[in-house]
């Protein structure tokens, strides 16, 4: 019995049945995709061959009644219904397969599936929508929940993109319109089959956008460091037909439109009237898109946030000589929803370089930088807000000139001398500065048990300063000295070298006519000494160079013959140099010992007899090593009789008183001769006179 059931497109989907014979062939639809007005059917057929003759193919026409459309042999096979009206119906088929069983025509029908047919059109509510309504192919719950209802959209044209994915069930859904005037096309796509995708038809038509885009979301304002400006930076808009966005200035209770920026990807604006640098700038944000309507046209514009984002406000602060941290107070970030996670006080010398000195916690409004020294000049200081999403924003920036007092480059004991007064001079080389600074002398006996202790101090600016030690042994002691630095915070910020004396010792070998010399190492040049030169001044002369040696040997044994004649008064100092030093290129410096004086004792050779009309007719005294300005000579007889005097000591006694000459006797004389440190030295004796 052949059983038809005729059912209209539009309505309900009814699957439809037959009870199948023992080994009754039957056909399945695999794909159903409408192709312009037509419509391509597939199946493939479970046969029995041995009964098997052929498939029906039926279709409903438009008002609902089913009539077969061809006939098919084909166990598996395509055809395409071209008088299906796709695009203005849906259209069901169904397959009804014919087998002859003992000689009996017998039938079975597949289930019946229907094409999708999609209409659009647009939105009354809410507007700038297009609504889309198709039917489902089969109300069979388990093919539904097999499969996807994909909406796909063509734009621009011949361009698919996949818009939205939908349960098998769904049979409505709206599409945001972000375009003006355009054609825009679209069709419903079942996915997850296996042999195809069962494909509406292409519904469309010239839609507007009517739907305003969605509020910008701003990531921050800022302070730009370089151009100090004020910054508002926002994501790209999540609406795809922005055209660009709105900017708005806060000032109080009233928003100002201040500028519009073209473009979707331009997030960046700098306002070039701002004045960050005077308080908090605060702005709000909108985005329009590119449909213009209305009288006159303008683009469809959303709302803005409902809090303004304002920049960080830093506070002027200043800063008093010697102080050790500069305190800074600062107006909040607003504008993050998510809040400010902390704040950091960053610091820079030039403006450009800047590095934290301070953090704290998004609750707090105050900061510190604390330092031991800072060096003078201008300083620079901002702070940065991050919210608990990683956004950033920078504040103004505050210049605060800091007369910190700069230490000097360079402080070296170059010398360490002792004087005419036999005090000790201690020079340092420095650098003068903006602000005195306090240098203070430690000194420590090399030869005491005890350490570095304070001597005394100056408070000066200069390139030198010269300390005097009149507290001093410096014939028979050796001192080590340095300097402390102390600026006038009261900071020690350097210690010199340490710088050591001269001591220089002495004999007299008179028998020798030698004056022996012995002198410590100075110390403490960065590269030690070049040489040591022995000074030697005679009977209080000028000082002249009486040898030189280097580093290594400290010892001198000078002759005295060649100053015989002198007064006999020898005084030495040890004149050191250095070897260069790093921190003074093309400088060498001299250190000078104590001064020894050894005097020699005058030197007096007197003749025992003298022979008138002989060869050694004269009478006089030879003296070396004496002041002879302070001579005299008288000549007595052995009963004290005045014969000769004289305080020349050219003058010679040639035996003679009162024009004549002396009878042979022995004769008294009596000479005085003073030496160089004025001491009277006394020769008594007897001198014979004999006559030729």
Not at 366 to 390: D, P
Request: with cysteine.
């Amino acid at each position: 019995m052949k059983g038809k059931i005729i059912l209209a497109c539009v309505l309900s989907f009814v699957f439809l049945w037959t009870v199948n014979i023992q080994g009754q062939s039957s056909a399945t639809l695999t794909c159903l995709e409408v192709q312009g007005n037509a419509l391509s059917i597939s199946w493939y057929t479970s046969s029995n061959p041995a009964t098997f003759v052929t498939n029906h193919i039926f279709a409903s026409n438009a008002a609902g009644t089913f009539s077969e459309v061809t006939q098919s042999t084909n166990l598996s096979g395509t055809y395409v219904f071209a008088g299906a009206n796709a695009l203005s119906q849906s259209c069901c088929v169904y397959i009804q397969t014919e087998d002859n069983i003992a000689g009996t025509p017998t039938f079975s029908n597949s289930s019946t599936f229907c094409s999708t047919f999609l209409t659009a059109s647009a939105s009354v509510s809410p507007p700038g929508f297009v609504n889309l309504q198709w039917n489902t192919p089969t109300n069979n719950a388990a093919w539904q929940a097999a499969v996807n209802a994909e909406v796909w959209l063509e734009y621009p044209a011949g361009v698919w993109n996949k818009v939205s994915t939908l349960p098998g069930t769904a049979t409505t859904s709206n599409y945001e319109v972000t375009v003006c005037g355009e054609q825009l096309n679209f069709q419903i796509r079942y996915t997850g089959l296996p042999n195809c995708d069962f494909a509406s038809n292409i519904a469309g038509g010239i839609f507007n956008d009517q739907t305003a885009p969605a509020i910008p979301t701003i990531t921050s304002v800022t302070v730009n460091p370089v151009t100090g400006l004020a910054e508002l930076n926002w994501n790209v808009n999540t609406s795809g037909d922005t055209d660009g966005y709105i900017v708005y200035a806060c000032n109080g209770s009233t928003v100002n439109l201040i500028d519009t920026v073209f473009g979707i990807n331009n997030t960046l604006f700098s306002d070039l009237l701002s004045t960050p640098s005077s308080g908090p700038e605060c702005y709000l944000l909108s985005a329009i898109d590119t449909c213009y309507s209305g009288t006159p046209p303008s683009p469809n514009t959303s709302p803005t946030g409902s809090v303004c984002n304002c920049t960080i406000f830093l506070n002027p602060s200043s800063y008093t000589l010697c102080d050790t941290s500069i305190d800074f107070s600062w107006s909040a970030y607003s504008g993050w929803n998510s809040g400010v996670d902390y704040y950091v006080v960053v610091h820079s010398t030039d403006g450009v370089n800047f590095t934290p000195v301070d953090t704290v916690d998004g609750t707090l409004l105050q900061g510190v930088h604390a330092f031991n020294t800072i060096s003078s000049g201008m300083h620079y200081y901002g702070v940065v807000g991050y919210s608990n999403t990683g956004a950033v924003s920078s504040s103004n920036i505050q210049t605060i000139n800091v007369s910190y007092p700069n230490p000097p480059a360079i402080n070296y004991i170059t010398s360490v001398s002792v004087n005419a007064a036999k005090n000790i001079e201690i020079t340092v080389r420095t650098e003068s500065t903006a602000v005195p600074h306090k240098y203070i002398l430690q000194r420590k006996n090399l030869y005491a048990p005890y350490d570095w202790e304070y001597h005394m101090d100056i408070t000066l600016s200069a390139t030198n300063v010269v300390f005097t030690d009149t507290d001093v042994n410096s014939d028979d002691i050796i001192y080590d000295y340095r300097v402390i630095v102390q600026n006038p915070c009261g900071y020690y910020i350097d210690t010199t070298n340490t710088g050591r004396n001269i001591r220089l010792r002495g004999e007299n070998l008179s028998d020798l006519l030698v004056n022996n010399l012995l002198w410590s190492e100075y110390g403490d040049w960065e590269n030690g000494s070049l040489e040591y030169l022995v000074l030697r001044a005679v009977d209080g002369g000028a000082e002249t160079q009486a040898f030189s040696t280097n580093s290594i040997h400290l010892a001198f044994s000078d002759n005295l013959e060649p100053f015989i004649a002198s007064k006999g008064q020898f005084c030495y100092r040890i004149q050191a140099n250095s070897e260069p030093i790093s921190y003074f290129p093309g400088e060498t410096f001299s250190a000078y010992s104590n001064k020894k004086c050894l005097d020699q004792e005058p030197l007096i050779w007197v003749p025992n007899a003298m022979v008138i009309n002989g060869n050694n007719n004269l009478f006089f005294p030879v003296i070396s090593f004496a002041d002879t300005t302070k001579y005299s000579m008288n000549i007595f007889s052995r009963w004290g009789d005045y014969i000769f005097e004289t305080t020349k000591l050219s003058e010679k006694w040639d035996g003679q008183m009162n024009g004549d000459y002396v009878h042979e006797n022995p004769y008294v004389y009596y000479i005085t001769v003073k030496d160089g440190r004025g001491v009277l030295h006394e020769r008594r004796g007897l001198v014979t006179v004999l006559k030729n």
